[in-house]
């Protein structure tokens, strides 16, 4: 895409979007400044940093491209992934890209992308589930909290090059009250448990864990974090592909006061995974 497309691309894109991303995000606030302007640098990249105008002018849209520029340095994304991320602040922008030496380009068969968006639908709904009563097993996942998220997610525009499947699931499509604390809306609740139990499925297998992964998850006083209809999501997801992987991404919207959640962004499904995660799936079932 080119600077001009860029820099048209970014009128989708509020100031005070760009202020509540960097606050959520990890950048740290600069005082002293004497312009009118939001300061921020990085902790882990001192030399960055981002400066946001407080005021609409006619260099608005080239000063919102610089600041995009800079998160995708930080972030090492494509700056166009960027500026559509910044577009959806109020949303958590769940990715998922089949990777196979079958594919090529940046197409993948019809049949490969609904076996993406079932498995998907089926993860989001064991993951709404188990945030209202988890649970090892249900017998339906049409919960009301369920139907809601799945009601208000969007289908987002693919980024150029890329043929990862891209859905919006906004912050308020949930009119639920929080479940973890007072601050945290039901979806990213719901979005932190898809990443979060994912990450610990596949940790297991990699370590040879699963075993004591099911003991824990069958025995423990705690609430189980990993229902049999979730790891039917992840099978739905791998589907009848011989090889390769599927690589589950997720990127947080940007609220007032409401953290990043501290689970993975990034999970690698691998196509071999797949008999392990059965196994936990029968075992799961009553």
Not at 43 to 67: G, K, N, R, W
Not at 80 to 97: F, K, M, P, W
Request: aromatic share 4%.
């Amino acid at each position: 895409m080119d600077r001009q497309a860029l820099l048209l691309s970014t009128k989708g894109i509020s100031l005070s979007a760009i202020y509540r991303y960097a606050t959520t995000h990890g950048w740290k606030s600069v005082s002293g400044s004497k312009r009118r302007i939001w300061l921020f640098s990085h902790p882990d990249h001192s030399l960055v940093q981002l400066q946001i105008p407080m005021d609409t002018d006619e260099d608005t849209p080239l000063a919102i491209l610089e600041v995009a520029m800079r998160v995708a340095e930080v972030e090492n994304r494509s700056i166009d992934s960027v500026i559509a991320d910044l577009e959806a602040t109020g949303a958590d922008v769940l990715r998922l890209c089949a990777v196979s030496e079958e594919f090529h380009g940046p197409s993948i068969p019809v049949e490969r992308a609904l076996g993406l968006l079932n498995g998907t639908r089926q993860l989001l709904s064991g993951a709404a589930c188990s945030v209202v009563n988890p649970v090892l097993h249900y017998g339906r996942t049409d919960s009301k909290e369920a139907r809601q998220l799945l009601s208000g997610m969007k289908m987002g525009q693919t980024e150029l090059g890329s043929n990862a499947v891209k859905l919006l699931c906004p912050l308020d499509a949930v009119q639920a009250l929080p479940t973890r604390n007072n601050a945290e809306p039901f979806v990213r609740s719901a979005t932190t448990l898809v990443m979060g139990a994912t990450s610990s499925l596949v940790r297991a297998i990699e370590q040879g864990t699963v075993d004591d992964l099911l003991e824990k998850q069958c025995s423990s006083r705690k609430p189980p974090l990993i229902s049999s209809n979730f790891c039917k999501g992840l099978l739905d997801l791998i589907g009848a592909q011989d090889q390769g992987q599927i690589i589950l991404s997720m990127t947080w919207g940007s609220l007032d006061q409401l953290p990043v959640p501290k689970v993975p962004a990034t999970v690698h499904l691998l196509v071999d995974y797949h008999r392990k995660i059965e196994t936990v799936y029968r075992r799961l079932r009553p």
